[in-house]
Structures are given as structure tokens and as C-alpha cells.
Nanobody
Framework: QAQLVESGGGLVQAGDSLRLSCAAS???????MGWFRQAPGKEREFVAA????????YYADSVKGRFTISGDKAKNTVYLQMNSLKPEDTAVYYC????????????????????WGQGTQVTVSS
């Protein structure tokens, strides 16, 4: 089994930056990790992902150029650096992980991930 623990959320103003962290503990080795977010009244949506096979990264169009996903494969840790934050980025952010590599575009699918963190709130005021 594995457990994901996120940290780094908070309340910031538009244009500010935040860095989210997610550490996976347990016996499972994570080969792909990602971030999703869910705003009130909306469905959970994909934000960013990384596959350790070739350190390939993926981003939602809404965050491309502003957010950067990175991490440490050996430590089962992933980060999300969020710059130029906007009020529409306000949501609960969830870390997700799976002990296999992505195939095709399944990094977009919440159902593909086996492990989830508890979520961390990010609030961006205008």
C-alpha cells in the first residue's frame, strides 16, 4: 500500500506563486504522478503529470506556461510550482500516483490513478 501526503496550499493574491509538494510513502514504487484539481461545483480536472520513464511532462492548456511539475523519482516525490496564479486556479489540488507508466493519454484520466492524496486548498484572490 501507499499513502500520498500533500502540502503547500494557501491563500494568495492574483499574480503570486505557490509550490505544492506530494510525497508517497509505503512499499509501492510510483512510475507516474500527477496533479488534479477540483473547484466548488465542478468536476475534478487534470492539471499536470510526469512519467518517470523518460521524465515526460504533461500539462492542461489552462496552466501551460505558468505551472511546472517536477520531482524526485528515487524519493517518490512530486512538486507543482504554480506561478502567475489567477482566481480561476482556486480549487482543492490533489496529488495522484500510479505504479505503472502512462500509455497514450491516460494521464488525463482520474480513474487511471491508484493512489490519491487528501487534497490541499489553493485560494487565489483578485
Amino acid at each position: 500500500q501507499a499513502q500520498l501526503v500533500e502540502s503547500g496550499g494557501g491563500l494568495v493574491q492574483a499574480g503570486d506563486s505557490l509550490r505544492l509538494s506530494c510525497a508517497a510513502s509505503g512499499d509501492m514504487k510510483m512510475y507516474s504522478m500527477g496533479w488534479f484539481r477540483q473547484a466548488p461545483g465542478k468536476e475534478r480536472e487534470f492539471v499536470a503529470a510526469v512519467s518517470w520513464s523518460a521524465v515526460t511532462t504533461y500539462y492542461a492548456d489552462s496552466v501551460k506556461g505558468r505551472f511546472t511539475i517536477s520531482g524526485d523519482k528515487a524519493k517518490n516525490t512530486v512538486y507543482l510550482q504554480m506561478n502567475s496564479l489567477k482566481p480561476e486556479d482556486t480549487a482543492v489540488y490533489y496529488c495522484a500516483a500510479v505504479s505503472r507508466y502512462y500509455s497514450g493519454s491516460n494521464y488525463l484520466e482520474a480513474a487511471y490513478y491508484d493512489y490519491w492524496g487528501q487534497g490541499t486548498q489553493v485560494t487565489v484572490s483578485s
